[in-house]
């Protein structure tokens, strides 16, 4: 049995829960999330809470359907109570980030200045060294900050690159030389 999925899932005040054939609406004080749901999945509204059934509880698939959707939902009541946050970390002699607009402008060592667009639905802000990505839907936020960390992934032997603020390179000893 799925102990995520047999949990209802609270609703906060503020926040509206919409159930429109299989697709579920959250609006909240940050904004709006949508999704839809398997067919193997049931979504039933009763006061406050937000209870998840799927069709077949023995069905391995359908356990797994259960946790799954209990958590995308409570991760859309929380990001448009909450929101998300990804924090990134450039280190590097000469490495810069700056924002612009909405533009992300990195230059992380390359021969040319790499220009990032901002995706819609994102906030990013930048102090020093740190990059900040929040937004209201996880996944997105989460996805953003792995392109961002994909331009310049951090290096074992310096640890330059771009690294998650609470990641840990492992570093590898350099060459030996023979005395």
């Known amino acids: 049995m799925s102990r995520i999925g047999k949990k209802p899932i609270s609703v906060p005040s503020g926040v509206e829960v919409k159930l429109e054939g299989r697709k579920v609406t959250v609006k909240g004080p940050k904004g709006t999330l949508d999704f839809d749901i398997h067919p193997h999945v049931e ?7 937000v209870i998840v059934k799927v069709q077949d509880e023995t069905n391995v698939s359908d356990r797994a359907l ?16 909450q929101g998300f946050e990804r924090k990134l970390e450039v280190n590097g002699v000469g490495y810069k980030v700056a924002l612009q607009g909405k533009t992300l402008k990195l ?3 390359f021969s040319h200045e790499v220009n990032f667009p901002v995706p819609d639905g994102i906030d990013m802000s930048v102090e020093k060294n740190v990059i900040t990505v929040t937004g209201i839907d996880k996944q997105f936020v ?5 392109q961002i960390r994909r331009v ?5 032997y310096k ?3 771009i690294k998650y603020l609470e990641e840990t390179i492992q570093r590898k000893a350099g060459k030996t030389s023979k005395s």
Do not use: H, Q, Y
């Open 152 to 156: 310049r992934k951090p290096e074992p």
């Open 107 to 109: 230059e992380v060592g």
């Open 66 to 81: 259960w946790g799954l959707f209990v958590r995308l939902i409570s991760n859309m009541i929380t990001g448009v109570t």
């Open 43 to 49: 979504v039933s509204l009763v006061d406050s809470m």
């Open 159 to 161: 640890g330059k690159g």
């Open 142 to 146: 989460g996805e953003t900050a792995a």
